[in-house]
Nanobody, 123 residues
Framework: VQLQASGGGLVQAGGSLRLSCATS????????MGWFRRAPGKEREFVAA????????SYTDSVKGRFTISRDNTKGTVYLQMNNLNPEDTADYYC?????????????????WGRGTQVTVSS
């Protein structure tokens, strides 16, 4: 299973970015998907997750109301729309495929991980 995240970049505080994660449709359409991030000097943390059919989502508190996770199973792609970004959002962002179908926050439930895409938010 290959996951390819893209869409990161440098943005000013208050700006927006949309991350994309390309997956293998055959292997991901029945699985929950998630986004995690690792800021410099910090541990990896959960950001957002979506169930296999998009009916359920979950977010960490710090991004609620600003980030939106979505998926298009016909394209095998998961998105993370990030609005009103602030410098605390600066991190490498990773997409991952859950072993199960639900929108989970536990990293140990995720079997496959893509390479990160870097997001830098300037103040």
């Amino acid at each position: 299973v290959q996951l390819q995240a893209s869409g990161g970049g440098l943005v000013q505080a208050g700006g927006s970015l949309r991350l994309s994660c390309a997956t293998s449709r055959r292997t991901s359409s029945n699985n929950g998907m998630g986004w995690f991030r690792r800021a410099p000097g910090k541990e990896r943390e959960f950001v957002a997750a979506i169930s296999w059919n998009g009916s359920s989502t979950s977010y960490t508190d710090s991004v609620k109301g600003r980030f939106t996770i979505s998926r298009d199973n016909t394209k095998g792609t998961v998105y993370l729309q990030m609005n009103n970004l602030n410098p605390e959002d600066t991190a490498d962002y990773y997409c991952a495929q859950n072993r199960y179908s639900y929108a989970g926050s536990e990293s140990q439930r995720y079997a496959y991980w893509g390479r990160g895409t870097q997001v830098t938010v300037s103040s």
